[in-house]
Every structure is written in C-alpha cells, then in structure tokens.
C-alpha cells in the first residue's frame, strides 16, 4: 500500500502512464454507433451505468469494429467488482480463470465482464523469469487501459455516448495500420511472454504491422515461452490456427523464431518436405473453412498437424515387423503420449484426433460391405476431409479419395457398381499376414508406406 503511495507521488513509468488523459473521439468521427454493438453488450453497459458505475465495450470488439472488421465477441469492462456486477444481473456468474471475471447471459449471448486491473506494483506476485503469475488487484480505468497489451485494445466505447476513450493513442496507430505496444515491451513480455504470440496473431488476422520497437524483441525472448503453462499456450495456439489466417500466423511465427519449444513437433514437420507441405495445405484448408463461416475443430486440426509425426512411427514399427493395424495404435499412442501432454491436449481432443486417425486404414476396404459401414461411423465426415488432404498432399493417390467422393454421392445401385472385388483383395491380405516380418517396408518412405497396401484394394 504504502509503496505504491510512494511510487504515485514520485511518479515512474507506470504510474505516470495510468494517470494519461484520455482523448475522447466522437461518433462524427469514428462512425461507430451504438446499433454496431451486440444488443448483449450493451445492455450490461447500460443496466451497470444505471447501477452508477462506469461500463464500456473494450478491445477486440472496439478495434475490429474501427477497422471494419466483424468482432468475435463483445466484453466490457467496468469499475463495479465482481461480485457487484454478479448482483446485478439474475443470469451472471464469477468464474475464476488468471483473474475474477463475470459471464453476464444475456439471451443467446454471454458477456465476459472485467473489473478494471490496477497496475502492477512491487507486491505483485512474479515467476523467477518475470512473468506475473497473479494479478487480481482492481485499480482506475486509466490504470486498466495501461495494463492492456496494445494501444489498438486498449480502446474503451461508451453506448451511452458512442464515444471512444482512447488513452494511448490507438485510434491513430489502427489508422497507421500498426499494432504498437503499450509500456515498454521488452518489460510487457516478460510480464507475459504470450503477448508475442498475440502480435504475431493480431498482426496476421488484421493485417497490421507490428511496430518495430515490439518486433524486434521477440526472436530474442522467444525462449521465455518455455515457462508459460502448456494449457495456456495451448488456448492461444488454437485462437492462432483458427483465426481464418492460420498459413500467415505459422509463416510469421517461423520467421520470428518463435515455433521453436511451442509446438515442437511443428518444426520437425516443417522441415520434412512431405510435413511441410501437408501442414500447409491442412491449415490453407481450415483458413478456408472459417472465412466461409463454417467451424473447425480442434482434433482435425492436430491431426493433421501431428500425422507426418505418425506416419513416420508406424513406419518405423512395420519395418521392425509390426503388423499395420496394430503398428498404427502404437504409432498413435507414442505421438499422442508426448504431444498430449507437451500440449496440453485434453482428452476429448485427443479422443477424436484418434479416431480421425484410425479410420484412414479403413478407407483401403473398398470390397463387400466396409464401405458402408465406414460411411455410418459418427466421424466419417471428418476422417473423408482428412483422406482428401492427404491426397492433396499427394501422401496418396489421389483415385482413392476421389473414389470415396463419388462414392459419398452415388445411389445404391451405383454405390454396388463401385465396390471393388472382394476375394482379389482378401486373397492378397491373407497372403500378407502370413509373410514373415522380415522388414517389407524397408524401401517405402513415410510418404509411400500407407498407400501402397491402399492401391492393392
Ligand atoms: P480476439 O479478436 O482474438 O478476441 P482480443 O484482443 O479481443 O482478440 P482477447 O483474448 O479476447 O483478445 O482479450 C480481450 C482484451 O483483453 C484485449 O483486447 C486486450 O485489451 C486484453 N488482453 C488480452 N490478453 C492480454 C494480455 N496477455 N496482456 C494484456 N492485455 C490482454
Ligand atoms: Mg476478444
């Protein structure tokens, strides 16, 4: 208490910069009126200001909506705590994440409502690298503003007024098109090294550029992301990949040296001319699906990025005589193992990674009644995308995938038409099984090794 008395009187960095006059820029400038905000939104900032508190739609929504970008979602931030603001609306409850906030329903909506932060002091609670590890202290507007990690979401809307309260001159650096850090940033990553994986992201899914002040710092503290829990890189790692602008984040994310130690097997794929090529054509795919409005999911996405990974020890596993089927599981399990857990992969994921996974051999059985039951499988669709990525990637032939589109589509009397013979292709298993294990897949690369047992049928 008595320290930051002292440090408020005496000034210094943070204090000086919490207690900045803000400019307040009118609707007549930025054009933002209040029906461009979600009705929940505003509501909450509405219900709050009547309680007498100050409330405002704050970051993302506010800077995407500046440069004419669709939100995600709309937060607010408030100088009611917690609990105040859990009183005051019937459907609200506090949930505890790094720090206290409340999830305000609002119909279909949920509102994510922020007490603001008060800045850092001497008493805050930091890791042996800096990175601060609590931070519940409540503090001004001015002071919340300061804590937010770049000038462009440190923009505050008022409904009431459609004014925005702009404290670091944001809505200059969105017209420059650049994406500035607030403070110092070597001091700001160390404070939380994810903030360089949030540049790189924003940069990317906005097309700013990242001033060089906050650019150049990040090659050289890249290592500091080897002390952020895993479950935390992994949120922000699947915000990155599902941002609709995932090729770009990944190619940013390598020239800033910053894949190293983060998705560790994403480097060993991407240096692997087959890996590479998958994966970029995996995330192209999933760029694609979420500029089209339609989901992703994180297992196909891991999947995808995991499966050189995988194919490269069920090789292996067959070439010391494993038998396929087996082999693969193995495979599975041994990069689920390591990633899981390097990843903080939940076990619904990597659930449903392994099941996209497992039916890829069972896209080979193109005789009797497999197909069909292959097509009745809960996760058909998403192992179908899969398979056709891979022959996109040309990991297989292409045929195979084309087959099963136009098998998708046939009638049943066309679906009859299609299937192969069975006994040519029994025969040869059979024939298979019992050979001695005596390395068959020797001269077969990753690349090669699945379908060449496909092509037999
Ligand atoms: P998105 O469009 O992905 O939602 P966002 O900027 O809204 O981007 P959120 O994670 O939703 O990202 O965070 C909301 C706001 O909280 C940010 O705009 C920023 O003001 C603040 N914020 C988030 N993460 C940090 C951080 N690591 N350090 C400082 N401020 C942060
Ligand atoms: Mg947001």
């Known amino acids: 208490m008595i320290r930051k008395l002292i440090s408020r009187v005496f000034g210094g960095r943070k204090a000086t910069a919490g207690h900045r006059e803000p400019a307040v820029i ?17 509501r909450v900032c509405e219900t709050l200001q009547q309680h007498g508190h100050k409330a405002f739609v704050v970051g993302g929504a506010v800077r995407d909506l500046l440069i004419g970008a669709e939100p995600k979602d709309f937060d607010v931030a408030t100088d009611a705590t917690p609990e105040q603001v859990r009183r005051a609306f019937r459907r609200s409850r506090i949930i505890g994440r790094r720090f206290q906030i409340v999830h305000v329903m609002m119909g279909q909506e949920t509102i994510e409502v922020t007490t603001f ?22 503090g001004s507007q001015a002071e919340d503003a300061a804590r937010r990690d770049f000038t462009a979401n440190a ?61 150049k710092p990040i090659r050289e503290m890249a290592d500091l992301l080897e002390n952020v829990p895993a479950a935390r890189l992994f949120d922000e790692m699947l915000k990155l990949l599902t941002s609709g602008h995932a090729v770009k984040c990944v190619t940013q994310l390598r020239d800033e040296g910053l894949h190293h130690g983060l998705l560790p097997l994403l480097d060993v794929i991407l240096e692997q001319p087959m890996g590479e090529k998958f994966v970029m054509l995996a995330l192209a795919n999933t760029d694609e699906r979420i500029r089209r409005g339609k989901s992703s999911s994180p297992g196909f996405l891991f999947a995808t990025l995991l499966w050189h990974e995988v194919l490269a020890h069920w090789e292996k596993l067959k070439a010391q005589g494993e038998m396929k089927i087996p082999a693969l599981y193995q495979a599975m399990d041994n990069v689920l193992d390591v990633q899981a857990e390097k990843l903080a ?37 998403a192992a179908y995308d899969f398979l056709v990525l891979r022959a996109e990637a040309a990991e297989i032939e292409r045929e195979l995938a084309d087959w099963w589109t136009r098998f998708q589509a046939a ?42 047992d496909s092509q037999a049928g």
Do not use: C
Request: glycine fraction near 8%; hydrophobic fraction near 30%; proline fraction near 7%.
């Open 117 to 138: 932060r008060g800045e850092l002091d001497a008493n805050t609670k930091k890791d042996e690298h800096g990175r601060v590890l609590h931070d519940n202290v409540f």
């Open 155 to 215: 923009l505050y809307y008022d409904p009431a007024t459609e004014a925005v309260i702009d404290y670091h001159h944001g809505v200059g650096d969105l017209k420059a098109r650049t994406l500035r850090m607030i403070g110092d940033p070597r001091a700001r990553y160390r404070e939380d090294p994810v903030r360089m994986l949030r540049a790189v992201r924003l940069a990317a899914k906005l097309g700013l550029i990242i001033d060089p002040a906050a650019k």
């Open 411 to 452: 009638d049943p009397d066309e679906r009859a038409q299609m299937l192969l013979p069975e006994a040519a292709g029994d025969k040869k298993k059979r024939r298979r099984r019992r050979k001695k294990p005596s390395g068959p897949g020797g001269e077969s690369g990753p690349e090669s090794g699945v379908d060449r």
């Open 26 to 42: 009118p609707v007549a400038s930025h054009r933002i009126t209040r029906d461009r905000i979600s009705s929940g939104s505003r």
């Open 345 to 381: 992969i939940t076990r619904r994921i990597a659930g449903d990674i392994k099941e996209i996974w497992s039916l890829q051999p069972r896209f080979e059985a193109r005789a009797g009644k497999r197909p069909y039951g292959l097509l009745e499988q809960p996760r058909f669709r």
